[in-house]
Each structure stands twice: as C-alpha cells, then as structure tokens.
C-alpha cells in the first residue's frame, strides 16, 4: 500500500531564507506527482506538477524535484515571504490508481 | 478554467439530521468525482470514488448508508451525510476530474455536527 510521508511537520524561518520541504513515498510505480498549498480553513491550490517521466518543474520562486528511484521528492522555496505561510500538501498518483495519496504535510510559517 | 465549487462552504447542524453537499464543475464534464475529509492537523483521506451515473466506490471504513454519494450528472455529485453525529464533523473536500489524471479541488465545505 502505497504510503506518502512529509518531513517536516512544521517549519518556521524568517523571511528571505531558502527552504527546502521533503516528501517521501514507497512505491515507485506512480503516474504522476503533486504538491498543493493550503491555506487555514481553505481548499487546495495545485503548485506544481510532475509527471514520472520527468525530473523537476519551476513555477517562479518554487521548484519541485522528483527522483522516483528513491521514492522522493522536494518543493524549494527561494527567498521566503510572509505570504508563503500556508500547510504545503504532496499528494501522489499511482499507476494502478485514480485518487490522489495525501502527505499529512508540512506547516510553513515565514516571519517577517 | 477547470474551476470546482462546491456548497455550502460551511454548515452547522444538530446530531441526528442529514446534511447535503454540492460539488459543481463549472466549466468542463467531469467523468469523475472524487470525496475527501480532513480532519484537524491531518491530511486528506479519500471517501470515495463516483463516476457519473454509476455507484460510487467507498473506501474502506467508509459507511456507504451513512455518507451517501450520488453523482447524477457530469457536472453535479452530491455527498448526504446521513444522521450526522460530532464526530462526523469535518472538512469536506471534493474533486472533479475531466479525465487523463487531472484533478481539479473544490474549497471545500466546513462541517459542525452540535
């Protein structure tokens, strides 16, 4: 059974600070994956995007890596902001599968 | 494009009545529904899978009789939760798919169970 993991839980920096938010899984064989911002109370905002044939995508300040083999991933955040304080959420799509397999996520809070 | 509504975006009810959620597609068909709930601090968890004019699949631990999915149209599935109790109380989050593994999330809907 698949299973999605996200270090940190919570993460807090001042802001200007690059960073870095992991998320892990254990099968490989996945179609696609994706990372989603949430904030307080609020629905999801799709990020980014990648497909298994690919290795990363950019999106302004975020860049999304994908490295199937090891079953990882990461979302970087360039110089930080206050309005980048949100939960960010990796959520994955298994070959076998149509719904998407949540991390619980990772509490961003960018200090001013 | 590919927006998701869905409604209402909170309610309050009493233990014991039944409560109806939309999810809408409102510009494209989708083929495909799906039902998440979040509880506090934790992440999505599917429900269940609906695709238009068929029965949805529940996950496991899901009651089908109390949490009924219909799906009657290619832009309309409705979750009933059926003599809601506290702790049924939750964020609903719906998503719509118009196929080829694309997914497109609704605001979700705020649910207190008193």
């Known amino acids: 059974k698949q299973e999605v993991t996200q270090i940190p839980a919570a993460l807090s920096v001042p802001e200007g600070e690059n960073l870095v938010l992991n998320c892990s899984f254990t099968d490989s064989a996945i179609y696609n994956l994706q990372w989603f911002r949430q904030d307080p109370g609020k629905g999801l905002t799709s990020l980014l995007l990648i497909q298994s044939s690919q290795r990363e995508q950019t999106s302004g300040r975020l860049n999304a890596s994908l490295d199937k083999s090891s079953g990882r991933s990461t979302l970087y955040i360039a110089a930080s902001q206050p309005g980048d304080s949100a939960t960010y959420l990796c959520a994955l799509l298994n070959q076998a599968g149509t719904a998407l397999i949540f991390g619980k996520g990772t509490t961003l809070s960018v200090s001013s | 494009g590919a927006v998701v509504s869905q409604h209402p975006s909170w309610v309050i009810c009493k233990s014991g009545t039944s409560v109806k959620i939309e999810c809408r597609s409102l510009?494209?068909?989708?083929?495909?529904m799906f039902w998440y709930r979040q509880f506090p601090k934790q992440s999505l968890m599917l429900m269940a899978t609906s695709n238009e004019g068929s029965k949805a699949t529940y996950e496991q631990g899901v009651e089908k009789d109390k949490f009924l999915i219909n799906h009657a149209s290619l832009t309309l599935s409705t979750l009933t939760v059926t003599s809601a109790h506290p702790e049924d109380s939750s964020f609903y989050i719906c998503?719509?798919?118009?196929?080829?593994?694309?997914?497109?999330f609704g605001p979700g809907t705020r649910l207190t169970v008193t």
């Open positions: 998503s719509a798919s118009p196929g080829q593994a694309a997914q497109y």
């Open positions: 510009d494209f068909q989708a083929t495909t």
